[in-house]
């Protein structure tokens, strides 16, 4: 048995572990699997193995475990709120469709495309079979900005130093041109991720909840701050215009839609970010480089990236046109390796384009089945966002990020893939209870005697849109040493 293969059978047991025992702690461990496992490949085909292998078990480990998270979500699938359910009924149905025509064009590739889209549906149903409360939430979301400050700081390692590990895959994977010379401060950063455009995206939408509220920025007072500038700083670093997209349309659509909340946040954020941009971007050793990348912003007519992005939706839709049952997983990305063996493509790949990628993949009758799971989805947080019972930071989150996804996937395949969009749709659709708290009474005070009803007087019922979604009287979270047991014993 490979050592790599060891890496990988530890880091999914942990995880299995940790689901089995049905713990809100999974959610934490899945996400810092996502962010670090590509890291740690690197370090042990440089350091151990001393060759770059370019389908290295320790790469499936995310999404071995996060696979994992679907066996509770599918053995109490009756538990789940009805439109949970709905919702998941047309994501899988996406999947099924893709995923059968992938097979046939593609083979065994569609296995890996199928394994990556499954990761981010089982986090959602996980998220919502917990029930849990807004503190446990909480945490979730310090957890993803804990792992985005991580990164950001051995993004800046890297870019100063470029770690013989890294250095040795960039030139093994033939990304040198892309990620520009693997010298220290000449190389765009990509930290632990697959590659810059990634990393970037992942913290533009990360660093949103940690914009909006104090709550969810991991660190208390001014340090949650200057981690909100590190982030940033990072991003810039990452030469991703998407990032700063995606922070910038989250944030404000954040505060556009929820009647102004928030707003205070973006207002010191913008201050804090625009004096520290002052203070420090000529310090960067690329800084003329960075300024020029960002002035692209007003002059896309003249982009190269921009132009030949329009180059490949021009192609796509003809495509698109000749294929409109679609193309099925299988056909971008790490995928194609499985038939090719190695950096090699398959034949039949599917350029990154956004939506136009995902109606390439899922076709005209898989996109019909997205568009019913997303606009499920958009009812119900509707319906919560009018009820001021139910109407929390979650749900108005979770409102902004479904909007902020639709200018996002012309960038690039934002819905299919593992980002803090899914753990904030999944929280704003669950509820939370609240806490029962202990009532002091009187050793005098008398029972109250009991009310009958005999029919004369209306009785009416009342509730929040939770209550009357689940079909039940509200109840007091369990504490977590109690829902500890493993799912299968819950009666």
Same mark, same amino acid.
């Given at each position: 048995m490979?050592?790599?293969l060891?890496i990988?059978?530890v ?12 713990s809100?702690?999974a959610?934490?461990?899945?996400? %810092?699997v996502f962010v ?14 001393h060759?770059?292998? /370019?389908?290295?078990?320790i790469?499936?480990?995310?999404l ?6 679907l066996?509770p979500?599918?053995?109490c699938?009756?538990?789940l709120q /009805? ?15 893709a %995923?059968?025509?992938g ?14 889209f499954?990761?981010?549906l089982?986090l ?5 079979l ?7 939430k ?14 950001s700081?051995?993004?800046?390692y ?12 960039l ?13 220290p401060?000449?190389?765009t ?7 810059r ?12 909840p940690?914009?909006l ?6 660190? /208390?007072g001014?340090?949650?701050?200057a ?13 991703s215009?998407?990032?700063?997209m995606?922070a910038?349309?989250?944030t404000?659509?954040y505060?556009?839609?929820n ?5 205070g ?16 971007i ?6 003329g480089?960075v ?8 002059n ?7 132009q030949?992005?329009l ?10 046109l ?12 790490l ?5 090719s ?14 939506w ?12 019909v ?11 119900f ?8 019972s139910?109407r ?9 990020m479904?909007?902020t996804?639709?200018?996002a996937c ?5 819905l299919?893939?593992?980002?803090i969009?899914?753990?904030?749709l999944?929280c ?10 202990a009532?002091?009474?009187?050793l005098?005070?008398w029972p ?16 929040t849109?939770?209550?009357i ?10 504490e977590?040493?109690?829902d500890?047991?493993? %799912?299968?014993?819950?009666?």
């Amino acid at each position: 048995m490979s050592f790599d293969l060891i890496i990988l059978l530890v880091i999914w047991f942990i995880g299995l572990a940790l689901v089995m025992a049905r713990s809100s702690w999974a959610v934490d461990y899945t996400v %810092f699997v996502f962010v670090f496992n590509r890291g740690l490949r690197r370090f042990i085909d440089y350091e151990i193995n001393h060759e770059f292998n /370019p389908l290295s078990p320790i790469s499936l480990s995310s999404l071995a475990v996060a696979a994992s998270m679907l066996l509770p979500v599918l053995v109490c699938f009756h538990e789940l709120q /009805p439109t949970a359910r709905k919702i998941l009924g047309f994501f899988s149905l996406a999947v099924i469709y893709a %995923f059968a025509v992938g097979f046939i064009n593609f083979k065994f590739a569609a296995f890996y495309a199928l394994a990556e889209f499954v990761a981010p549906l089982s986090l959602f149903g996980y998220v919502i079979l917990l029930k849990p409360s807004s503190a446990v939430k909480d945490r979730w979301f310090c957890s993803f900005a804990w792992c985005a400050l991580l990164a950001s700081v051995y993004g800046w390692y890297q870019y100063w130093t470029i770690p013989p590990w890294d250095g040795y895959w960039l030139m093994a994977a033939g990304m040198e041109g892309y990620m520009g010379i693997a010298k220290p401060t000449q190389m765009t950063v990509f930290s632990t991720m697959a590659e810059r455009g990634v990393f970037g995206g992942f913290l533009g939408l990360s660093v949103v909840p940690m914009v909006l509220s104090k709550r969810w920025r991991g660190m /208390p007072g001014p340090l949650g701050w200057a981690g909100v500038v590190l982030i940033f700083s990072v991003i810039l670093l990452t030469f991703s215009r998407a990032g700063l997209m995606f922070a910038a349309l989250g944030t404000i659509t954040y505060a556009l839609i929820n009647r102004g909340r928030g707003s205070g946040q973006l207002i010191v954020a913008v201050g804090i970010l625009g004096m520290a941009a002052w203070v420090g971007i000529d310090k960067i050793p690329s800084a003329g480089l960075v300024t020029k990348r960002i002035e692209t912003f007003g002059n896309l007519d003249e982009d190269r990236s921009v132009q030949g992005r329009l180059v490949i939706m021009s192609g796509g839709v003809e495509r698109l046109l000749a294929n409109p049952l679609g193309l099925g997983l299988g056909g971008k990305g790490l995928a194609t390796r499985v038939n090719s063996g190695g950096m090699g493509l398959a034949e039949g790949v599917v350029m990154d384009a956004g939506w136009l990628n995902i109606l390439l993949i899922y076709g005209i009758p898989g996109s019909v089945f997205l568009l019913a799971a997303l606009s499920s989805a958009w009812r119900f947080l509707a319906k919560r966002y009018r009820d001021r019972s139910s109407r929390d930071e979650f749900v108005m989150l979770a409102r902004a990020m479904m909007i902020t996804m639709v200018p996002a996937c012309f960038v690039g395949d934002i819905l299919t893939c593992f980002t803090i969009f899914w753990l904030a749709l999944g929280c704003g659709i669950s509820h939370s209870r609240p806490r029962a708290r202990a009532q002091r009474r009187s050793l005098r005070a008398w029972p109250r005697p009991k009310l009958r009803n005999k029919g004369k007087v209306p009785v009416t019922v009342q509730g929040t849109v939770d209550e009357i979604e689940q079909g039940e009287e509200p109840q007091p979270d369990q504490e977590e040493e109690q829902d500890s047991r493993g %799912f299968w014993l819950r009666g």
